[in-house]
């Protein structure tokens, strides 16, 4: 019989990972389904489960002059109430579509971005924010680059030892709006075909500053759009959704398969994109809501 | 195995668990308490839609273990005696149901919006909120009815604060 272990402090948790393999669990959302074929997740039968869940210094958001840190623990539930800059509205949102109210409460985010899968909503949000991976073993803590944490499909850099410990995010640039669009089969409880996350940034004159944007879901893992970004600095904010050009889009890889062809994908994160820059010129300020 | 403790309907109880017991499987095999069901066993169906400390939640995602020290409402703890949840009534009324088997889950969705939402729910969001929530067979257009009437009549007999 495995054995289960559920610490209270991360300095527990920390040893009971080094010591032994363990199926780490956070809201069981990902862990849970992807088991229940019956056999059940029959596998604590051979691996001991580490329940991260208890661990209270992992559930805080702290916002501070120059970045906001998301504890591990932080769901779904608790980003799409935060009080947030402009910037996070795009993951706010994307916050509001994950599996509904019930998995919301339980899921979090950094178990969206462990599980890494091509179709997790999170990363493009992410992506799009600059964020870095907080992790921590026996051994220390170090941070990792969102784009650099996953590393392809369902696999990221987290060692045997470790456990992630909070997103990190630098403070947006003054004037930034984030926003995200998902396509799925049908509107509710769907995982997406494609989707995207940007954060633009304009100036009083409405002259493009900053800008980021990811696709995901059309590449192993999702991907920043780096010449659609630089096309857009430097243009006013209303031009946006007609600077978009085929060729900005070659860091994508669509495959097909069960929910859309790789050709579809290749078009529909085109339109996606495009939308999203039509709402975000058309109402810069306001859409948290 | 694990002890657990918790609250389940207002009373205290406790049991030794295997760990990786779902609390789905705690609340009806060990607690008898058959009114949460289990629809489809990969969290998308919401037949075993539970509150746990005061949140929705599905039972088949959670181990009875994670659930320690926690107050739990099961569809079972929202009558008192023979009087209906005005919520429960509600679907009465207006014909919520067919088979039936979404039913508790969709009443402890219900409840759960309502009082989130201090009973100012509009179709829309009732529709949005709804998501995770499968019914196979009503066409969901009662139970959007039922939902609306339910919170009003939570409003006014003051449910949604008091819970
Ligand atoms: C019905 C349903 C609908 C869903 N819809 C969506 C959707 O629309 N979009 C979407 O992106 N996802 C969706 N999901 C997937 C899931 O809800 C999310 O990915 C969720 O954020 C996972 O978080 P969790 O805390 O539940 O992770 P868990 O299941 O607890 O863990 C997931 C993985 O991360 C690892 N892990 C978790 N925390 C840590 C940590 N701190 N350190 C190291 N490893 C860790 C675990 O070992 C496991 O491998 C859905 C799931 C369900 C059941």
Redesign the pocket.
């Known amino acids: 019989m495995a054995a289960y272990f559920r610490p209270t402090t991360l300095e527990e948790a920390l040893a009971v990972r080094a010591a032994q393999p363990v ?9 849970y ?1 992807i088991r229940a074929n019956k056999v059940g997740w029959g596998d604590m039968h051979r691996d001991d489960v580490l329940d ?1 869940s208890a661990i209270a210094e992992l559930k805080e958001i702290e916002q501070t002059a120059d970045r906001l840190r998301f504890g ?1 623990l932080t769901t ?1 539930s608790q980003m799409r109430r935060a009080d947030l800059p402009e910037a996070f509205a795009g993951y706010q949102a994307a916050s509001r ?4 109210v019930q ?1 919301q409460n ?7 971005i ?2 890494a ?1 091509p ?4 990363i493009p949000c992410l992506l799009s924010l600059d964020a870095e991976i907080e992790l921590a073993s026996a051994r220390g803590r170090r941070t990792v680059p969102i784009q650099d944490f996953i590393t392809g499909y369902r696999q990221t850099v ?1 060692g045997h030892d470790e ?2 410990t909070a997103i990190l995010i630098p403070r947006p640039p003054a004037g930034a709006v984030g926003d995200f669009l998902k396509l799925g089969a049908r509107r509710y ?4 075909i494609a989707m995207v996350a940007a954060v633009i940034a304009a100036d009083d004159t409405g002259v493009i500053h900053h800008a980021s944007v990811a696709v995901g879901a059309c590449s192993e893992v999702a991907k920043r759009l780096h010449d659609l970004e630089a096309a857009l600095l430097g243009q006013p904010l209303a031009s946006a959704p007609d600077l978009i050009e085929h060729a900005h889009f070659a860091a994508l890889k669509p495959i097909g398969d069960l929910r859309a062809s790789g050709h579809y994908r290749d078009s529909a994160a085109r339109d996606l994109v495009r939308d999203l820059f039509v709402r975000l010129s058309a109402e810069p300020k306001r859409r948290a809501a | 195995m694990p002890k657990v403790s918790m609250t389940v309907n207002g009373q205290a109880v406790s049991a030794d668990v295997e760990a990786r017991t779902l609390l789905v499987d705690f609340i009806r095999e060990q607690l008898r308490l058959t009114g949460t069901h289990v629809g489809c066993d ?3 169906c919401g037949a075993c839609v539970v509150h746990v400390d005061g949140r929705a939640l599905k039972s088949c ?1 959670t181990l009875a273990a994670q659930c320690e020290g926690a107050s739990v409402t099961t569809i079972e703890g929202l009558a008192k005696g023979d009087d209906l949840h005005p919520m429960q009534e509600a679907f009465r009324e207006n014909h919520g149901l067919q088979c039936g088997f979404c039913t508790p889950g969709m009443i402890m969705s219900a409840v759960d919006m309502v009082k989130r939402h201090g009973g100012k729910l509009d179709e829309q969001t009732i529709r949005h909120e709804l998501e995770g929530n499968l019914c196979r067979c009503t066409g969901y257009h009662n139970i959007v009815k039922a939902i609306a009437a339910g919170s009003e009549a939570m409003t006014s007999s003051g449910r949604v604060a008091a819970e």
């Open positions: 199926t780490v669990l956070a809201g069981g959302t990902d862990v389904p991260i591990a779904w579509d994950v599996g509904g998995v339980r899921g979090t985010l950094v178990g969206n462990c599980t899968s179709a997790g909503d999170g987290c456990l992630v409880l769907v995982i997406s | 990969t969290s998308q995602t």
